[in-house]
């Protein structure tokens, strides 16, 4: 037998190498596709022959603290496209018919359609949570590859009610403003999962085999407000923006002892079933928080923290006198006081009960700019509040190294310093609350889904600014401002209740903008140990009598007496009071009558009036029909601005020094604001300018 050549051995090891080498490339490559794109390949196939449906977590209801629903997901069907399913000869008249049930352009539809076709997707989503009748109509159309699922819808049974707290939602569920949105980690819940077996044209098999993975549902906020007084807040609050032609109006309510809201509105505001979602700048406005967000300048409401601070610090005590000769000369500026003629002599309470601008400028100066600014900070302005919301406005607080006493001066009477409203009312609560500044809050704890509380909020006491003996100082002091000063519009019978007004100037472009001012109040009760608080701010009244008493006050009086009434705490009327009260009076419809009609009409049912003017009367406050108490002092806002009786011709003051042109505007009852010294080079409004009495020039001095 003859041996091989060698050149064929050498041929043979040569086949043996190559397939040994063709069975090792194939190998790694059956390797690689196994454990590298193994995973890929197997989820390709795993979506042609399954299909998944997102069960949507239920996301978490909102709740007032009487469990009452603000806030709650609703399930709605959603029209879900099988491209297989449908024919291509189908496709336009299927399109057709969906288009004049869902409100949408045929031809969109047809391209959602092919383009799924084209990439091969077994279902679409066409237009999510429908009307029920609307799904019944294209369900009874009975259209092959037309489908539904279950969706989830944000519903709000109250509309506007506490809008701008709430927030909403993304037509996904993804919390947008407010509390949804501060809160949407907890109240989203986590999406589960059905996967059903299907074939090549996307159809479910029998009897194929399934995987459900359950969703968890989201927790539910049970909030600190009560829908009762925020309700009443919010009637009431609706009334001054209709009848002060106001730019806004603002309120809030606080349990004194725990810093609970109980109460929070801004308006105007919106409905949350139907937000502008297509207006952003419309929608920003209205759903921003301006409570708790935006700071302004407070005005006398801000006399309470210099006077907590003033007697805290042995500044002035309860037996302290001051003289107003109606103004005060700081740093060579002269610095009005709002009234004319003059307070004269005063004691503490009645500088208070007057709102006297002279007499808190020498407490703020007597106590000094570094002590006076720590009790500032003390109660927590220049800082976030603390509150659990999307956002905490600090306001603005100049720093203390650029303040010189004419800025203490006028930070003294509230201003040259800017709070938002919720710092403000969390602040004066220090005063009356045995001097504990408490953190704000709105929600109360959250529950999951079978009412196990999950999470409590705790009141929190962030300091003691002063002490509980100033504090009851302060009360007795602010009792008195409401029964016998400038508070007397917010006085309930058989209510002992403490207050402030205040009216504040505002700014446009760094000056003062005439005619524009912000009027608030500031009321708690009972005063000798205080449960609620309130807050009541209207931006811009457009009436002839702009101050807190006469804008505010009436409002402040018909929330507080609700919320009174409501809490179960009964009046103790004095015998004087007993005597002259009437309940249940109806006030009389006095609108279109001459103001001397009007009052003949109030004066027949036994009602006080305020009026605003003179002529026709075009509203009033409380409304007709509504049952009053006989001490109810009801607010007649005519048709006659009065702009022209108050209107006077600014004097030229060129050349004067500071208290001679003082003089001489004080005799054209206008007001000064001056800088320098020396003799007056300039001054704004102009000589011969028309402005209302007690409007603001402001004059420079110059060697």
């Not at 066409?126 to 519903?155: C, E, M, N, P, Y």
């Not at 009852?669 to 704004?684: E, P, R, V, W």
Request: with cysteine.
């Amino acid at each position: 037998m003859a041996m091989p050549r060698v050149g064929n051995k050498k041929r043979l090891l040569a086949l043996l190498v190559g397939v040994t080498l063709i069975f090792l490339v194939l190998i790694i490559r059956i390797m690689y596709i196994q454990i590298v794109q193994g995973p890929t390949l197997q989820a390709k196939a795993l979506e042609q022959w399954t299909r998944d449906t997102t069960i949507t977590a239920k996301r978490g209801t909102i709740y007032d603290k009487n469990m009452q629903v603000l806030a709650q997901s609703t399930s709605a069907e959603t029209v879900v496209l099988r491209p297989n399913q449908i024919k291509e000869v189908n496709v336009t008249s299927t399109a057709q018919a969906l288009a004049l049930l869902l409100d949408m352009d045929a031809s969109e539809i047809v391209k959602k359609i092919t383009d799924a076709k084209t990439n091969n997707k077994s279902e679409i989503w066409l237009k999510r949570q429908i009307s029920s009748d609307v799904a019944d109509k294209i369900k009874a159309l009975k259209l092959a590859g037309v489908a539904f699922t279950i969706d989830s819808k944000r519903t709000y049974p109250n509309g506007c009610l506490l809008s701008q707290v709430i927030g909403f939602t993304s037509v996904d569920g993804l919390g947008l403003e407010g509390l949804e949105a501060k809160y949407d980690k907890y109240l989203s819940g986590t999406n589960g999962k059905l996967t059903r077996e299907t074939d090549v044209n996307g159809r479910e098999l029998p009897l194929s085999a399934e995987q459900y993975i359950a969703a968890e549902d989201g927790l539910s906020l049970v909030l600190t407000v009560d829908s009762v007084m925020q309700s009443f807040l919010e009637s009431a609050c609706e009334d001054a923006l209709e009848v002060n032609n106001a730019k806004g109006v603002e309120g809030i309510i606080m349990e004194v002892k725990t810093g609970k809201i109980l109460a929070i509105t801004n308006k105007p505001d919106y409905d949350l079933n139907d937000p502008p979602r297509n207006d952003t700048a419309t929608l920003q406005a209205l759903s921003r928080n301006k409570v708790i967000i935006d700071s302004y300048e407070p005005g006398s409401v801000f006399k309470v923290i210099t006077l907590s601070a003033g007697l805290n610090n042995g500044t002035v005590t309860s037996a302290s006198t001051f003289y107003d000769p109606g103004f005060k000369v700081v740093d060579g500026q002269t610095i009005n006081c709002w009234k004319r003629p003059p307070h004269g002599a005063q004691t503490l309470a009645q500088a208070v009960q007057n709102s006297c601008n002279v007499a808190f400028m020498e407490i703020g100066l007597g106590l000094g700019l570094e002590k006076f600014y720590d009790y500032i900070y003390a109660f927590g302005f220049g800082q976030n509040t603390g509150v659990d919301f999307s956002s905490d406005g600090k306001g603005i607080v100049i720093d203390e190294k650029y303040v010189k006493n004419v800025d203490l001066a006028r930070i003294s009477f509230g201003q040259s310093i800017s709070v938002t409203p919720l710092q403000m009312i969390s602040a004066v609560n220090a005063a009356i609350n045995n001097g504990n500044l408490m953190t704000p809050y709105l929600v109360d704890h959250m529950i999951d889904s079978d009412g196990n509380i999950v999470e409590q909020t705790e009141p929190q006491v962030v300091r003691q600014v002063i002490s509980a003996e100033t504090s009851a100082q302060v009360r007795t002091i602010l009792e008195s401002v409401v029964s016998e000063g400038g508070g007397k519009s917010a006085k309930i019978a058989g209510y002992r209740i403490g207050g402030k007004t205040g009216t504040a100037q505002k700014y446009e472009n760094g000056v003062i903008a005439n005619g524009k001012l912000i009027t608030s109040f500031v009321a708690f009760a009972p005063a000798d140990d205080p449960e609620i608080i309130m807050l009541i701010l209207v931006d811009e009244p457009k009436v002839a009598s702009a101050f807190g008493s006469t804008v505010v006050g009436p409002i402040i009086k018909i929330v507080m007496k609700n919320c009174l009434q409501y809490m179960g705490i009964q009046p103790e009327y004095t015998e004087e009071e007993k005597a002259s009260i009437k309940k249940n009076v109806e006030v009389p419809k006095i609108t279109g009558l001459s103001l001397t009609d009007a009052k003949k009409q109030l004066q027949k049912s036994g009602l006080s009036y305020t009026s605003d003017g003179t002529g026709k009367v075009i509203n009033q406050l409380p409304k007709a029909g509504e049952l009053v108490d006989s001490d109810t002092n009801v607010i007649i806002y005519t048709e006659n601005a009065t702009k022209e009786d108050t209107t006077v011709i600014v004097p030229d003051v060129s050349g004067m020094d500071a208290l001679a042109a003082q003089a001489e505007l004080k005799n054209h009852k206008l007001n000064i604001s001056g800088s320098g010294t020396g003799k007056a080079t300039k001054q704004d409004p102009a000589a011969g300018s028309a402005v209302d009495e007690g409007s603001v020039v402001t004059v420079e001095f110059s060697q």
